[in-house]
């Protein structure tokens, strides 16, 4: 190209990337006329539908757009076409696996991170903005009792940060050569703790599965007898993981009595708070949670107990020094990184570099409610799960599995004289009978080969309307499924 046709050819840029102020504020406008009403009917849509019914044109391989395509269209299909069927964790009717939320004021705080789109991963780039992550994770790791030199950053989720945890106890307590090492955590504990483990380079063989006790609890007898073994094998104990609520049935590992053995033993402690982490903020959630304060690693969740969208997970550590031994990396092409401990640049202390302004997302919800609102909110689901437990209890035939820890308990249909098997049929026929207007969603899982019925109750958006109209569907289902009762 000649340098007058490139001129010529940069005289006239292509400007309809971009919106001004006008157009910026028409299309929120555009987009919150569906957001809206989908917010006032939220409460009266079901919590799930089943993928079954979808429009096969909802689901067909779609062909490259090249041209333009209208709002309005694009949007129409967005709600109209693709957002039915499916689950709904922001529901209040969703009690399966752990129910979503999805605070709207985190929501309009990625809209604001998204358009000013700083750089938050290096402390140079925007160290006000910086200082929103290292605030939130000083307020995180104090409500755990960390002290002083604990740190953190926020990632995408609770798998996540347990790999991040994972990788930093290998790197902080085995030799390059670390293969002899041993991961110990209960039956119970989330599939991401062996995933995290696989990840940081661990074979299945060097994790052990502790059985658990009847309240679903690690075992500690099995736990020391394990590390013993293995010690006496010639490999090297290192790594602890205990379930700060499990996922399965909420239950809390005796996490004083494992802070002793890892002190004992000297092996990294890790607490996966995924999902309980912040009941900490209430008064029973802290007695359960006791001894999380001798982690030397925590993952939280703020998609799960802080109701924020999905996309928020957290790790945070005793000592910021250990992530930044496991992280940390020198680039030439990078701006130079601080020395000052508190100036931190989170690229040295995580996984990533490049990553969105997240802690916005945190921050500002925190800021205007309040932990008092959050706690208050936590209380209620404390209250909820015991008050739909003392319901369950007069129901017939229907036999609670766990009791509530933390917000999750389980149950079962056992009539009597009925085989093993055909009881977990029968459940299963329960299930789906429960869930079937939609007005509530529950799951189950496998609690020693039998099929059991969870209900989580952790959406802010849950009241006790909506559990009294679950526990009428389930007194309502097990008198269908057990007429002799009737
Ligand atoms: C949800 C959960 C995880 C995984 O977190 P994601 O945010 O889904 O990646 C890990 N551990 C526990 C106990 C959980 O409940």
């Known amino acids: 190209m000649t340098l007058n046709s490139l001129q010529s050819a940069l005289s006239t840029p292509d400007l309809s990337l971009e919106l001004d102020a006008t157009q910026l504020r028409e299309l929120v406008n555009t987009v919150l006329d569906h957001l809206a009403p989908h917010i006032d009917q939220l409460?009266?849509?079901?919590?799930?539908?089943?993928?079954?019914?979808?429009?096969?044109?909802?689901?067909?391989?779609?062909?490259?757009?090249?041209?333009?395509?209208e709002w309005s269209t694009t949007l129409d299909e967005l709600f109209s076409q693709r957002l039915s069927p499916s689950y709904n964790p922001a529901s209040p009717g969703y009690l399966g696996y752990i129910p979503g939320g999805g605070l709207l004021h985190a929501a309009i705080a990625?809209?604001?991170?998204?358009?000013?789109?700083?750089?938050?991963?290096?402390?140079?780039?925007?160290?006000?903005?910086?200082?929103?992550?290292?605030?939130v994770i000083r307020w995180f790791s104090d409500l755990m009792?960390?002290?002083?030199?604990?740190?953190?950053?926020?990632?995408?989720?609770?798998?996540?940060?347990?790999?991040?945890?994972?990788?930093?106890?290998?790197?902080?307590?085995?030799?390059?050569?670390?293969?002899k090492?041993?991961?110990?955590?209960?039956?119970?504990?989330?599939?991401?703790?062996?995933r995290?483990?696989?990840?940081?380079?661990?074979?299945?063989?060097?994790?052990?599965?502790?059985?658990?006790?009847?309240?679903?609890?690690?075992?500690?007898?099995?736990?020391?007898?394990?590390?013993?073994?293995?010690?006496r094998n010639g490999l090297t104990p290192f790594l602890l993981v205990g379930q700060g609520g499990s996922t399965n049935t909420g239950a809390v590992d005796p996490l004083e009595t494992l802070a002793d053995i890892a002190q004992r033993e000297q092996l990294w402690f890790h607490v996966d708070a995924a999902y309980g982490g912040f009941f900490q903020l209430t008064e029973r959630g802290r007695q359960q949670l006791a001894g999380?304060?001798?982690?030397?690693?925590?993952?939280?969740?703020?998609?799960?107990?802080?109701?924020?969208?999905?996309?928020?997970?957290?790790?945070?550590?005793?000592?910021?020094?250990?992530?930044?031994?496991?992280?940390?990396?020198?680039?030439?092409?990078?701006?130079?990184?601080?020395?000052?401990?508190?100036?931190?640049?989170?690229?040295?202390?995580?996984?990533?570099?490049?990553?969105?302004?997240?802690?916005l997302r945190v921050w500002l919800p925190l800021k205007i409610h309040g932990f008092e609102t959050f706690k208050n909110y936590l209380d209620e689901k404390l209250d909820l799960v015991q008050w739909t437990a003392q319901q369950l209890e007069n129901i017939p035939s229907l036999e609670?599995?766990?009791?509530?820890?933390?917000?999750?308990?389980?149950?079962?249909?056992?009539?009597?004289?009925?085989?093993?098997?055909?009881?977990?049929?029968?459940?299963?026929?329960?299930?789906?009978?429960?869930?079937?207007?939609?007005?509530?969603f529950l799951t189950a899982t496998d609690l020693n080969g039998c099929f059991t019925i969870r209900i989580c109750v952790l959406c802010f958006r849950t009241h006790l309307e909506r559990l009294e109209a679950c526990v009428q569907r389930i007194r309502d289902a097990c008198q269908a499924l057990t007429p002799a009762a009737s």
């Open 43 to 69: 409460p009266d849509r079901p919590a799930w539908e089943s993928p079954d019914d979808i429009a096969a044109e909802a689901i067909a391989a779609a062909p490259r757009p090249e041209g333009r395509s």
């Open 110 to 135: 990625d809209l604001i991170a998204d358009v000013l789109n700083r750089y938050t991963t290096v402390w140079v780039a925007g160290p006000g903005l910086v200082q929103l992550e290292t605030d």
């Open 145 to 179: 009792g960390l002290g002083p030199d604990a740190g953190g950053f926020l990632t995408t989720g609770g798998s996540l940060a347990n790999w991040s945890a994972v990788f930093t106890a290998r790197c902080c307590r085995l030799p390059e050569d670390f293969l």
């Open 181 to 194: 090492g041993t991961i110990y955590t209960s039956r119970q504990s989330h599939h991401s703790i062996l």
């Open 196 to 231: 995290a483990a696989h990840l940081a380079g661990f074979p299945a063989s060097r994790v052990r599965s502790i059985e658990t006790d009847d309240d679903c609890r690690m075992d500690l007898a099995q736990l020391e007898q394990a590390i013993t073994e293995d010690r």
């Open 292 to 359: 999380i304060a001798r982690a030397d690693s925590i993952t939280l969740d703020p998609h799960k107990g802080l109701f924020l969208p999905y996309g928020t997970g957290c790790l945070l550590v005793r000592s910021r020094q250990t992530l930044h031994a496991a992280h940390g990396m020198h680039a030439d092409y990078l701006p130079p990184m601080q020395e000052d401990d508190d100036r931190i640049d989170y690229c040295q202390v995580s996984p990533e570099l490049s990553r969105d302004f997240r802690s």
């Open 400 to 440: 609670i599995i766990t009791q509530p820890s933390l917000s999750i308990l389980t149950f079962r249909l056992q009539p009597p004289g009925v085989t093993d098997l055909a009881i977990n049929e029968l459940n299963q026929q329960l299930l789906t009978e429960i869930n079937r207007s939609g007005e509530v």
